[in-house]
């Protein structure tokens, strides 16, 4: 096992192990760290050994509430809340369900989207204009306005790695808008160490952008990829515009650097 220069944990609470969570799990098992994963499935887990324990959770409007266990949610040092807003009636309520839960002397890491900005044609830091009614947002909100302990947002930029590149949603497209608007993106690598640098780090409430510096137009970036990994000509509309995500706050206050460049990743198809 490892341990980190400045860890203050040994242990952990994951909500919302999915796509990009399985993948944070699986960096974590070299490190001296005892993880727990809260599933509303707890079938789905069998292929974890040992070192990784499952509870199975019940995630609703009303709260959220450990099944068939006396699990106490403040025996964890730290908890990371990776849930998508889909499948959630409210799901700001279940964020609060989980933040009402939690003593002041926790950490929450939580992971938004940079979709809860406005797309106006600017570049955008974390205090840019929000969409209000975006449901992230609001349980954004929730966070800041509930809980007593430290909290990170990251506020994450299109997610791509492994089989997963967004090229695939215009693959059948016949026509395809605003080709001349920026993509913002990140690779889960880049999101998974940054995680951990807040994981090992004595973070301190604030929220950040994690997206790659790099914004080529959506006609030149998914154009090229649709060739190259299809062989497939994409039909771009020459308008729109939009937003650029800066990701620099993070970097200047944790010295992090993006080390996945959006433009050489490999797509398992």
């Not at 993880?35 to 959220?64: L, Y």
């Not at 215009?170 to 993509?183: H, Q, R, W």
């Not at 790659?212 to 299809?230: E, Q, V």
Request: aromatic fraction near 12%.
């Amino acid at each position: 096992m490892t341990t980190l220069q400045g860890m203050n944990t040994q242990n952990l609470l994951l909500f919302g192990v999915g796509w990009l969570g399985k993948a944070l799990v699986q960096s974590l098992y070299s490190y001296d760290v005892k993880i727990t994963i809260a599933t509303t499935h707890k079938e789905k887990w069998h292929q974890f050994d040992d070192d990784v324990s499952i509870i199975e959770v019940s995630m609703a409007s009303k709260g959220v509430s450990f099944i068939n266990t006396n699990i106490d949610i403040n025996a964890f040092d730290q908890v990371v809340v990776m849930l998508p807003p889909s499948g959630f009636d409210n799901y700001s309520q279940v964020v609060y369900g989980i933040c009402s839960k939690l003593q002041s002397d926790k950490q929450l890491i939580f992971t938004s989207s940079t979709g809860v900005y406005k797309n106006i044609d600017a570049v955008v830091d974390e205090n840019a204009l929000i969409d209000e009614s975006n449901p992230v947002f609001k349980a954004e909100e929730v966070i800041r306005n509930c809980f007593q302990g430290r909290y990170s947002i990251l506020r994450l930029a299109g997610l791509l790695g492994g089989s997963r590149h967004p090229v695939k949603y215009f693959l059948n497209k016949e026509s395809i808008s605003d080709g001349m608007a920026p993509v913002n993106l990140i690779h889960r690598e880049d999101v998974i160490r940054a995680i951990k640098v807040l994981l090992f780090s004595n973070s301190s409430n604030s929220t950040y952008n994690i997206c790659y510096p790099d914004h080529p137009t959506k006609k030149d970036y998914y154009g090229d990829f649709a060739h190259r990994l299809y062989g497939k000509s994409l039909n771009f509309n020459a308008d729109g515009k939009g937003k650029v995500v800066d990701g620099s706050k993070f970097v200047k206050k944790y010295e992090y650097e993006y080390l996945n460049p959006i433009r050489d990743v490999f797509i398992n198809k």
